[in-house]
């Protein structure tokens, strides 16, 4: 017998979670043996996952065995988080169990009832098939715990049965999920829309995102920002340093021009990204045919142009303001004074390896190219770097290849990032990416020859790096000054509720505060004179809805019944909770100082009163 996944019903907010959740059962087979350290340490260093204390219902904790299958299962679903994540699915909630008991299916079988995150427009197909995949890892972590402690035969079926067909089933890109985390880490709510576009924000502060692009990009500029021989001609129109280049139609047509440039020649696609198809520092008309062949196979337009002198620095702006700025170093392994390039790069793919292959950088080479590049640097595979020599494994950094970015935020000079910001003000970008040619990024540009080599629309956000992960905090800080929320209040009690909010409605529109009521007959406007909606949206459905609302800056729910609020909270906090009694009497509760139970807890109350 299987493990079973069985979705049982959608559930809204509910104990202090930050994401709509949904109500699951799994019924799972676990052994006695469990050594709970030795798993936390394969998964934090095969799938980067830190596992959380267990969240649960207080009679789980009423046993000691349990309590351990109840830890045991919880790891289970943060796994299934990260193998989500890994495939652009934002599930960053803790599960919280709330009931486990034995199974009628046999012997060391328990059926578990657990609250997990819910993903709007993601198949439940996918959802499902995380959380079976992720409980068979667990139990053979277990088993090659007792038998050899190595789990690395688990990873290539993990890709080829999980990660590889469900990637291509799920929209979004690199970018998706770190500015997601870093979202619901600062209590940014956030909504997929489908297709990979997210809503972050409510009401007047919500901005729809599609990777690291947000809704304030202009078209035409990221349609221009897409082909390298537009972007350089609209560069150079406005003054701002870019490399001349040409189109090429053949081998010869690029051999014709070439006589007429000086070696070293870039050629590149006009139209690709990650590197791809670019070979630079081209120093003869051999290298030159080989790299046009090369580029022929990711384009049809292939540029030319001249060798830019210094290393590509990757200046990242928002807004008018720098989020950071890397130097592009190439792939490289760190000599040691021990061990010859040769091993260096053997041990180096050694560590790589033991991470599972969705999370695994590229490998470290050691093709021709390798060999050519180190025998430029006086050295040969053989050699034995002194300790912490850099030894270049390319000539230049890529996303194809890898490489070693290294932050320079705090060295670079104002004028660099003022031209960065201007290359985005000219393409009308409000996030890009600029990659500066320069031998020194502390040294104005205007003073040593720098020049912008490319554009970068939607550029990638990672979270690998420290540096990444305060850019990305940095911009959603700076994009959702008060965590893209407006004031909620929820409305409880007896008498007549729904008159209550209107009324409050009104007094909020004299105040110049658009406002909107949310009730089980309709959404009302800010009038408060008629339902925008129909009834077909329960509770949670319709706030939602309304939330998506550019123009509303305030909203009151107003809850006719203590049922309404069993599955939980139609948002994750409120500001305002009002209790009215038959009089009209009203009792005000801080929202944001109240816990879900203690909600329910006066909820109970007041429709009892």
């Known amino acids: 017998m299987q493990d079973q996944f069985q979705f049982i019903r959608q559930h809204a907010y509910s104990n202090n979670q930050r994401q709509l959740g949904m109500l699951v059962g799994l019924n799972v087979q676990v052994c006695d043996v469990l050594d709970l350290e030795k798993i936390d340490w394969h998964l934090l260093h095969s799938f980067e996952l830190k596992p959380q204390p267990l969240r649960c219902g207080a009679?789980?904790?009423?046993?000691?065995?349990?309590?351990?299958?109840?830890?045991?299962?919880?790891?289970?679903?943060?796994?299934?988080?990260?193998?989500?994540?890994?495939?652009?699915?934002?599930?960053?909630e803790i599960p919280y169990v709330l009931d486990i008991k034995e199974s009628n299916s046999g012997p060391d079988w328990f059926y578990a009832e657990i609250l997990v995150p819910r993903v709007e427009r993601i198949s439940q197909r996918v959802i499902e098939l995380a959380y079976l995949n992720a409980l068979t890892l667990i139990r053979k972590i277990v088993q090659s715990i007792q038998r050899s402690g190595a789990i690395t035969h688990l990873f290539e079926p993990l890709q080829r049965e999980f990660v590889?067909?469900?990637?291509?089933?799920?929209?979004?890109?690199?970018?998706?999920?770190?500015?997601?985390?870093?979202?619901f880490q600062q209590e940014?709510?956030?909504?997929?829309?489908?297709?990979?576009?997210?809503?972050?924000?409510?009401?007047?502060?919500?901005?729809?995102?599609?990777?690291?692009?947000?809704?304030?990009?202009?078209?035409?500029g990221a349609n221009v920002s897409n082909y390298k021989h537009l972007t350089t001609r609209l560069l150079r129109s406005a003054g701002l340093p870019a490399p001349d280049n040409y189109l090429l139609?053949?081998?010869?047509?690029?051999?014709?021009?070439?006589?007429k440039m000086t070696f070293p020649l870039v050629i590149k696609p006009a139209d690709r990204d990650r590197g791809e198809g670019v070979t630079a520092n081209l120093k003869d008309m051999a290298e030159l045919k080989l790299a046009y062949e090369k580029?022929?196979?990711?384009?049809?337009?292939?540029?030319?142009?001249?060798?830019?002198?210094?290393?590509?620095?990757?200046?990242?702006?928002?807004?008018?303001?720098?989020?950071?700025?890397?130097?592009?170093?190439?792939?490289?392994?760190?000599?040691?004074?021990?061990?010859?390039?040769?091993?260096?790069?053997?041990?180096a793919n050694e560590d790589l390896n033991r991470k599972v292959i969705q999370k695994r950088l590229p490998p470290y080479p050691f093709d021709e190219i390798a060999?050519?590049?180190?025998?430029?640097?006086?050295?040969?595979?053989?050699?034995?770097?002194?300790?912490?020599?850099?030894?270049?494994?390319?000539?230049?950094?890529?996303?194809?290849?890898?490489?070693?970015?290294?932050?320079?935020?705090?060295?670079?000079?104002?004028?660099?990032?003022?031209?960065?910001?201007?290359?985005?003000?000219?393409?009308?970008?409000?996030?890009?990416?600029?990659?500066?040619?320069?031998?020194?990024?502390?040294?104005?540009?205007?003073?040593?020859?720098?020049a912008i080599n490319e554009l970068n629309f939607a550029p990638v956000l990672g979270r690998t790096h420290a540096y990444q992960r305060a850019g990305v905090a940095r911009y959603l800080a700076l994009s959702f000054p008060t965590k893209g929320r407006i004031p909620v209040e929820l409305i409880i009690g007896k008498g007549d509720l729904l008159s209550f909010a209107k009324k409050r409605v009104v007094e909020l529109r004299l105040k110049g505060i658009n406002a909107m009521v949310s009730a089980p007959h309709g959404l009302f406007n800010r009038d408060g004179n008629f339902p925008i909606f129909s009834t077909n949206f329960n509770c949670v459905e319709q706030v939602q809805t309304i939330l998506m609302y550019?123009?509303?800056?305030?909203?009151?729910?107003?809850?006719?019944?203590?049922?309404?609020?069993?599955a939980g909270l139609p948002v994750d906090a409120f500001d305002l909770l009002i209790q009215l009694d038959n009089d009209g009497v009203q009792t005000e509760y801080s929202g944001k100082s109240l816990q879900f139970n203690e909600i329910q807890e006066i909820t109970r109350r007041a429709f009892a009163l």
């Open 59 to 92: 009679h789980v904790r009423q046993t000691a065995r349990i309590y351990a299958i109840a830890e045991l299962i919880s790891k289970a679903c943060q796994l299934a988080h990260v193998l989500l994540q890994d495939v652009k699915v934002p599930s960053f």
């Open 164 to 183: 590889l067909p469900v990637q291509r089933q799920v929209p979004g890109a690199k970018s998706t999920i770190p500015i997601l985390e870093c979202a």
């Open 188 to 220: 940014i709510p956030f909504r997929h829309l489908g297709n990979g576009l997210y809503q972050l924000g409510w009401g007047k502060y919500a901005t729809l995102f599609d990777r690291s692009a947000n809704q304030d990009d202009s078209l035409i």
């Open 249 to 259: 139609h053949s081998v010869q047509h690029a051999q014709e021009l070439a006589q």
């Open 295 to 347: 580029a022929a196979e990711f384009s049809k337009l292939i540029l030319l142009e001249q060798h830019l002198p210094g290393v590509c620095h990757r200046i990242t702006v928002l807004n008018g303001e720098l989020l950071f700025a890397v130097k592009r170093r190439p792939r490289a392994v760190v000599g040691d004074g021990i061990h010859t390039i040769i091993e260096l790069i053997a041990l």
């Open 371 to 450: 060999k050519a590049c180190i025998q430029a640097q006086g050295l040969t595979m053989n050699s034995v770097p002194r300790d912490g020599q850099r030894v270049a494994l390319r000539m230049v950094q890529s996303s194809e290849w890898g490489g070693e970015p290294e932050p320079v935020t705090e060295l670079i000079h104002p004028a660099n990032v003022q031209l960065a910001v201007r290359a985005a003000q000219l393409f009308r970008l409000s996030l890009l990416g600029v990659d500066l040619m320069t031998e020194d990024i502390s040294v104005p540009w205007y003073e040593n020859g720098a």
């Open 550 to 566: 550019p123009g509303l800056e305030h909203l009151l729910i107003v809850i006719l019944g203590a049922q309404d609020l069993e």
